[in-house]
């Protein structure tokens, strides 16, 4: 029999554009910072990719007093329609240089170009196209006449998804005319730095956009500033009850945009095969890096023999290795730190007696990688199935009733997304009512439109990103 090989297909790297230096964006224009340097790496190969100089906190004071006067001298009082012309044409450049946007992020965070370039690049657009439509219709989105934005808004950025993060974050915030500071997560600021670069092609004032990138001290003096009107932040639980401490008790409005352990539940009438492709793109996708990621499948007892071996066939063929081959589907681990705790997670399923098995695919011996993973007999009490692991891993339970799948699919502290899998829409109804998550996808996983709101119910935060809902997070209402 002839095996037919993949040949290699490396997307060019020479259309990130690397430069060897990036530094802060304050008032319009590429400042030195005041903090240590920091050494953005390639997490496929380990190697320093660029040197970034770092905000300190007087730095971000400057960057919030910046972000003031352009609110109160040009942004806050532009009407509308003006300042719709400027979102708009932010999104056009993002489309203009979508390669080197998608080729910078895949060597900067490890994700795959496939991915990068058609679904984090594409969305971030789609998000400023879309906010530059309600720029100038703020009056009609539910909030009363002539809604007033908040002010500076000071926003907090992970590394899983660094542009589209941006995205969610800037684009809202400019239309409802708030100016923001905005801290790029310590591992992947380097695309923040572009679209820095693209405020300056766009003719934004100086002053409405300004990138400050630091590591998690940089976070907290932004969040302590007392010159910020509003904290948006999107990263670990922890991290975010901190910042909930901090901000009680000032007047600042605040959302948190946090962790997950999402269900997927396929029941016996569901589509299998379908239903292992929204599976595997409910926890592959990203490398699991996704907050939103189905990483816990609840199956009916009588398929899941069935789906599990079809799963394990599918997720064989998955590629795992260099992010910029545009045959690759699974890219690297963010960080060392981050490929550390999917192991110490794993470790603990095996000690708690789950069944581990792992992909046969080969794995580079450079870099951060980690082969796609799935737990069988998992029960609820293991760690694997209540913390997140935010990696290529999925915990599999199984349930027997409608009512169990609803029990085991809440029985989580969190409360992001939740995935159905069945062919009987009375069921998808019933069970949509009964899931405590702010996002459930029915007979597909992982769609994102900037017209639906995205947040989270309990331990996942409160607030909401996208849609008409999201304006009001930027809005005095
Ligand atoms: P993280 O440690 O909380 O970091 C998020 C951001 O906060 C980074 O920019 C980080 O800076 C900064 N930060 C760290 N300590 C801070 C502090 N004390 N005060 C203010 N800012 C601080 O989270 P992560 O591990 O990078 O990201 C993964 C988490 O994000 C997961 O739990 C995931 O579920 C969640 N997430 C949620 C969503 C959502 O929409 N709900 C989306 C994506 C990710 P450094 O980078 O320098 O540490
Ligand atoms: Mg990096």
């Excluded at 199956?299 to 081959?325: C, F, H, I, M, Y």
Aim: proline content about 7%.
């Amino acid at each position: 029999m002839t095996v037919w090989e993949y040949a290699p297909a490396p997307e060019s790297r020479a259309l990130a554009n690397l430069q060897p230096n990036y530094r802060p964006f304050i008032g319009g224009e590429f400042v030195d910072g005041h903090g240590e340097p920091l050494t953005s790496i390639n997490p496929a190969t380990e190697e320093a990719l660029a040197e970034v100089s770092t905000a300190s906190t007087s730095d971000v004071d400057a960057a919030v007093r910046a972000a003031r006067t352009a609110f109160d001298t040009v942004w806050g009082p532009m009407p509308g329609s003006e300042r719709a012309k400027y979102l708009f044409r932010i999104a056009r450049l993002v489309q203009e240089r979508s390669r080197e946007l998608a080729v910078l992020e895949t060597l900067d965070n490890g994700k795959p170009i496939k991915e990068s370039r058609d679904s984090d690049v594409p969305t971030a657009a789609a998000h400023f196209f879309y906010h530059a439509g309600w720029a100038d219709k703020l009056d009609y989105a539910g909030y009363g006449p002539d809604p007033r934005p908040l002010g500076v808004a000071g926003q907090i950025i992970p590394w899983n998804f660094p542009l589209l993060m941006l995205a969610w974050k800037i684009a809202p915030a400019l239309a409802t005319g708030n100016t923001v500071v905005l801290k790029p997560a310590e591992t992947t600021p380097l695309t923040a730095l572009v679209f820095a670069e693209i405020c300056q092609q766009a003719d934004l004032p100086p002053g409405v956009v300004n990138i400050v990138p630091g590591a998690g001290d940089i976070g907290a003096s932004i969040v302590e500033h007392p010159g910020i009107d509003k904290i948006a932040f999107t990263g670990s639980t922890t991290v975010g009850k901190g910042i909930q401490h901090a901000v009680a008790g000032t007047p600042k409005r605040l959302t948190l945009e946090l962790g997950g352990k999402a269900a997927n539940v396929v029941f016996d009438d569901a589509p299998l095969d379908q239903a292992v492709e929204g599976i595997v793109n409910g926890i592959f996708f990203n490398q699991g890096h996704v907050c939103c990621a189905g990483s816990r499948l609840l199956a009916q007892e009588s398929v899941a023999e069935e789906l599990l071996g079809k799963l394990r066939a599918r997720v064989s063929t998955l590629r795992l290795g260099d992010p910029l081959d545009k045959n690759t589907d699974v890219g690297a681990i963010n960080s060392a730190e981050q490929l550390a705790r999917i192991r110490e997670l794993t470790e603990s399923g095996d000690e708690d007696g789950a069944q581990r098995w792992t992909s046969p695919c080969p794995v580079p011996d450079r870099g951060f990688f980690f082969p796609p993973t799935v737990f069988s007999g998992v029960e609820q009490s293991m760690r694997i199935a209540r913390e997140e692991i935010f990696g290529p891993v999925l915990s599999v339970l199984t349930f027997r009733t409608p009512d169990e799948a609803v029990a085991k699919a809440n029985n989580t502290p969190y409360g992001l997304s939740a995935g159905l899998w069945t062919e009987k829409g009375s069921r998808i109804l019933w069970l949509a009512d009964r899931m405590r998550a702010g996002v459930v996808w029915a007979n597909t996983f992982n769609r994102f439109d900037p017209a639906a709101p995205f947040g989270g119910y309990q331990e996942s935060g409160f607030g909401r990103e996208g849609g008409r809902t999201g304006l009001e997070a930027y809005l005095d209402v």
